[in-house]
């Protein structure tokens, strides 16, 4: 996700469990003592998330607890605080009450810098340093995690996000987002560092970058790859999010978010091998069914024919099933809105800035959008016709007829929802608008683009892909349809239903339905972890809030096992208020640590909270 009004950070772990190590003996006469075994983890049947304990940073919608890491040697948390634009650092040798122990900060690095986000391997913290401004090139740094001692830092792209150590601990990978400034005047290229860390004190970086699509955007887009940010080649469009490793170091696969696909990277050789395009999932189906209106206050799911969810995935993590990678995505959903806080742009200077999202009652006003300037008209659209209409041969189940989408735009019918209005619209094949007349009549003179298919903003869905990004599952419409049911319940007792709080936001209370325009509860992070021969996600919901797990063994059909959501008070208006009882609002990073390294000898769950600036500890409880 975009750094425009915080930042969205994000980490994942995946922990692969040692292998019992068996001795034979030759014969009885020259038997020699066998050594140390290691018993095979038990399979738990399921679990139960506990939350034990948590640390409070008290700061209400600063982003300030964002991506926890942990070591377990020295039994300490890293997490990141971007308000402070550093690193909290928790010693969590007593989980039920992690304490402050110190702070790392970029300063001496690099003057008005910021940490985006953290990792940890063998006792070796690395950051993420953002530059000021973003858009020069920033650094990663390493940390000794037992006295916080600095061994040394790298240059690396421009605006470091999440990084992530290969399993032998001997390289990092940080996905250099590379986000343009507000009006697009600068738009640095995006890359992946592969930054060889053997030797702590003299880190070497390599650039896996993108120039070699340039030139190949037609063909890409043609695939399904969004390239669209104004005047940007493929190299400076292109932003890297979130990074998942093989587990044998090799590969890495880093989501482009914004552009809805993945980058394949091959570690060795610090190159992208392929750009692989994410698709679209169909709402037209009742397995993709979801709730597009804000304003009748209930959750209402059902089918909508015409509207398709681009996935663009946030976080991403990695695991083996029968001897191949497969690849979990937590599909968030972003939009593009640079220099929406500008005046200049809504009043028409184009050059100010760029943004993509428009609700559909706007598109599709049979008397044109130019009722909107001034006010939320992106003015790229306002340059390519004067209005928008729908399809009625695939709309008309909602009213739509030649020239009025009739009650389509409807408040409780597709008029709410956010969409992104760069594609969906009849194009010729050299990708120009063909226009229609305010009739719905195919016209090179017209003022109006015809839209077939309305593109909504993420999956509301984690999927399963393969390592070429085909999709393997998806979890579909399962998600809102549980917060919907009668099952599914909030707060630490689990007494509160949560359909009384259908897609809430999570800054304000009463807000019952308020995401479903937007994106829904925004599945955005996801850790994955290994329990006896069985692989768990966990799946961070940052609107609705709280962590869902599923039992992800067979990615043909994973299972929800538990879902937990400790928010108690979902009335106060402004929750800043009640900071200290209102719950765990926001969660961001995600971060699994085994039994084997747990201060406590059970599996916990570290979450970062970043609009309730609180850490939680998830204790998994394991049943048997």
Known sequence: MSHRPRHALKTFSLSLLA????????????????????????????????????????????????????????????????????????????????????????????????????????????????????????????????????????????????????????????????????????????????????????????????????????????????????????????????????????????????????????????????????????????????????????????????VRGLYLPDAIASYTHQGRTLLVTANEGDARTWGEGDDAYWDGDASKGFVEEFRVKHLTNAKGWSGRKGDDLPPQLDALADGGLLDPTVFAYCGAVAGSPGQCRDDDQLGRLNITWTMGYRQDADGRPILFDAAGNENPAGTRLMYDTLYAFGGRSFSIRDEDGKLVWDSGAEIERFLASDECKLGAARNLPCADWFNANHEEGDTLDNRSDNKGPEPEGVALGRIGDKTFAFVGLERMGGVLVYNITDPQAPTRVDYLNPREDWTTEDPATVLASVGDLGPEGLHFIPAKDSPNAKPLLLVGNEVSGTTAVYQLNLNY
């Not at 890409?220 to 390239?227: E, K, M, S």
């Open 19 to 306: 292998a019992a190590t068996l001795a034979a003996c030759t014969s009885d006469e020259d038997a020699t003592p066998s050594p140390p075994t290691t018993a095979p983890e038990p399979t738990p049947s399921s679990l139960r998330l506990e939350r034990i304990g948590g640390y409070a940073t008290n700061l209400f919608g600063k982003s300030a607890a964002e991506i926890p890491a942990y070591d377990a040697a020295s039994k300490r948390a890293f997490v990141v605080n971007a308000d402070a634009g550093a690193v909290d650092v928790l010693d969590l040798s007593n989980p039920a009450a992690p304490v402050s122990v110190g702070r790392l900060d970029s300063q001496a690095l690099l003057a008005g810098s910021e940490i985006n986000s953290v990792a940890v391997h063998g006792g070796l913290v690395a950051v993420a340093i953002q530059a000021s401004p973003k858009t020069d090139k920033g650094r990663v740094a390493l940390y000794r995690a037992a006295d916080l001692a600095l061994l040394g830092s790298v240059e690396v792209g421009a605006l470091p996000d999440m990084l992530t150590f290969t399993p032998d601990g001997k390289t990092v990978l940080v996905a250099n987002e590379g986000e343009p400034n507000d009006d697009y005047s600068i738009d640095p290229e995006g890359s992946i560092s592969v930054i060889d860390v053997s030797t702590p004190s003299a880190p070497v970086a390599r650039s896996a970058g993108f120039a070699a699509f340039n030139g190949q955007e037609k063909a890409l887009r043609a695939q399904g790859v969004r390239i669209y940010g104004p005047g940007a080649s493929a190299a400076q469009d292109f932003e890297p999010e979130y990074i998942a490793v093989s587990a044998d170091g090799a590969t890495a696969w880093a989501t482009l978010q914004e552009n809805n696909a993945l980058a394949r990277i091959d570690v060795a050789t610090a190159t992208v091998g392929a750009i692989l395009p994410l698709g679209d999932k169909d709402h037209g189906l009742d397995a993709n069914a979801f709730d597009p209106s804000d304003t009748d206050k209930k959750a209402v799911i059902q089918a909508w024919p015409g």
